[in-house]
Antibody
């Protein structure tokens, strides 16, 4: 059974940093692109970042480019998102999601991030 | 970015009646591999999104056959043949043919 379990969310001040983690199990982690998708309090879903199975390629939404860094450790079956220079508008629930090939088939339960002073 | 536009945004439906959600993209979703990467997701209250449909019309395992997807190019539809109480939630379309993948605004299905 595929499982994705996020951790690391919480409260951060504007300009601060957080590191999210996602522990994956139930599939060959290195075979899949993985994404972080966030859902703002208003409900909208946004693909924040993605990374190729071997870590050799990645992409970012314009809104987080230069501030967020996605990475993965295939030996530990873990996906990461380093979030720096946080802004109020980064407040959201962040989901770890598996890419099945131009679609998203498994989602974690989400970890909430609140940016506030 | 590709803009995905859903309608209606709110959909009150009587139990047992059909429901239909439209999704339009700002550019063609036909990918270089010939496939059209349009997916539909359901998000029940308090839960993570769950995929229902991929590549326009392919139902995921465990998804009831009352859910069906259709469309081509830039115009897509999700239909529920007979709405049940467990179908209450928000439905999103998503395109995966262009990075970044983008979602529609969501359609809230409620029981009338």
């Amino acid at each position: 059974e595929v499982q994705l379990v996020e951790s690391g969310g919480g409260l951060a001040q504007p300009g601060g940093s957080l590191r999210l983690s996602c522990a994956a199990s139930g599939f060959t982690f290195s075979n899949n692109w993985m994404l972080w998708v966030r859902q703002s309090p208003g409900g909208g879903l946004v693909c924040v970042s993605r990374i190729k199975g071997d870590g050799s390629d990645s992409g970012y939404a314009d809104s987080v480019k230069g501030r967020f860094t996605i990475s993965r450790d295939n030996a530990k079956n873990t996906l990461y998102l380093q979030m720096n220079s946080l802004r109020d508008e980064d407040t959201a629930v962040y989901y770890c999601v598996r890419d099945s090939g131009w679609s998203l088939d498994y989602w974690g339960q989400g970890t909430p991030v609140t940016v506030s002073s | 970015d590709v803009v995905m536009t859903q309608s209606p945004l709110s959909l009150p439906v009587t139990l047992g009646q059909p429901a239909s959600i439209s999704c339009r993209s700002s550019q063609s979703l036909v990918y270089s591999d010939g496939n059209t990467h349009l997916s539909w997701f359901q998000q029940r209250p308090g839960q993570s999104p769950r995929r229902l449909i991929y590549k326009v019309s392919n139902r995921d395992s465990g998804v009831p056959d009352r859910f069906s997807g259709s469309g081509s190019g830039t115009d897509f539809t999700l239909k529920v043949s007979r709405v049940e109480a467990e179908d209450v939630g928000v439905y999103y379309c998503m395109q995966g043919s262009h990075w970044p993948y983008t979602f529609g605004q969501g359609t809230t299905l409620e029981i009338k």
